[in-house]
């Protein structure tokens, strides 16, 4: 690493490149110049999310996404719209646990416009009193799509029985009763605190030089609030709860999580391969044992979701109610082979070429190319280029990931959500397949 100017060379070796400059009052910009590309993308990533949330607030970081496409101190909601689409270009946002992002794809040549109005939406909304009670409604609805969505509603279900009543366990939507409850002055006064220059990275990726990028950072996003105090965060241990609900639909959908690791620890790229052998793909030992072997799912995988400092690992599936039970069972029988004897030296590299390339794959989109840079110097205040991230994918061993397999995937330490029509397997029903499963 490099430093010269008050820049950062965030990645050692040939290109790709990243350079990082840390603005006055604390405000961070990263940028890759990808001279070969004609596009550039553009993200605003602040950490606001539905983690920084009081319980009585529950949802407002995504009202207050909502809003800012509502209409600026210079521009309405319709005159944003139109300035995007004389440009041609993409604009939106989306609000995570962690933080909230708002992204633009443009055209090199429409970069300073795209700066401009990128800016005056995430630093100058209008907060227009009557435009509150419209986005709670569309807020609401949402919220109604998602009890519809049961596969959404039992990953909920799931943070819920891992976190229990901390932040990190509650729906990113809030909920009816939180969301109708906010007040506009409330909304100001949350935007002020966490749209600061100490809480915002600014990300680009595309053809764009440094000096060009750099300065137009300084121009545009310069003028922000100065830091306030960081929010306070705590790490919530998983804990083996349970959550379930009856609806009346043709499926149980069910899910089961465990302990994982965060963004940053040394392990998260084994996690990744973990699970992709367990349930990654159609070569995945859920896919062929479940689905293809037995014809008991259509839908099952596994994933890993990590966060800045904790993180879970967890298996889905939509089965027939009748099925549920032993569906669970074999996922269980699944998992500790993997804990007894570990993965094939086959089953590990057909994981590590799937997961370098998706990486890889995905490199070739300016947006995700400024999603990987802009997420990382966020929550984590460093990026690895992926030549880094592909040899510490080449370095796990199958001793790795047995060892991995063994400390993650304990059925004793599992939380369990189900959602699907009464009556719904109980709780101990659930644990008792997963420990028969989970039997030596």
Known sequence: MTESDGRRRMSEGPAPLYETETLPGGLRVVLETIPYVRSVSVGVWVGVGSRQEPSSLAGISHLVEHLLFKG????????????????????????SKEYSCYYVKVLDEHLDRAMDLLSDLALSPRFDPSDLPKEKGVVLEEIKMYEDTPDELAADFLAEAAWGDDPL??????????????????????????YNKGNIVVALAGNVGATKGFSMARDFFGSAPA?????????????????????????????VGFQGVPMGDPS?????????????????????????ERGLAYSIYAYSSAFSDTGMMGVYAAVSPENARE?????????????????????????????????????ENTSNRM????????????????????????AVTVEDLGELARRV??????????VGPDPLPSEQALRDSLCEGGRP
């Open 72 to 95: 600026t101190e210079r521009r309405t909601a319709r005159r944003i719209a139109e300035e995007m689409d004389s440009i041609g270009g993409q604009l939106n946002g989306y609000t």
């Open 169 to 194: 366990g509650k729906p990113v939507l809030g909920t009816a009763e939180t969301v109708s409850a906010v007040s506009v002055d409330t909304v100001t006064d949350y935007h002020r605190s966490g």
């Open 227 to 255: 830091a306030g105090a960081a929010a306070i965060k705590t790490t919530p241990a998983l804990h083996p709860g349970y959550r379930a609900k009856a609806k009346p639909i043709e499926q149980t959908h069910l899910c």
């Open 268 to 292: 998260v790229f084994a996690l990744h391969l973990l699970s992709g052998i367990l349930g990654g793909g159609t070569s995945s030992r859920l896919f062929q044992a479940i689905r293809e």
């Open 327 to 363: 569906v669970v069972r074999l996922a269980a029988v699944e998992m500790e082979d993997l804990r007894r004897d570990g993965p094939t030296p086959e089953e590990l590299k057909r994981a590590k070429d799937q997961v370098k390339a998706s990486l890889l794959l995905g490199l």
């Open 371 to 394: 999603s990987r840079l802009g997420r990382s110097l966020l929550l984590l205040d460093k990026i690895l280029s992926p030549d880094e991230v592909a040899a510490r994918i080449d």
């Open 409 to 418: 995937l304990d059925p004793a330490r599992a939380a369990v959500a189900a």
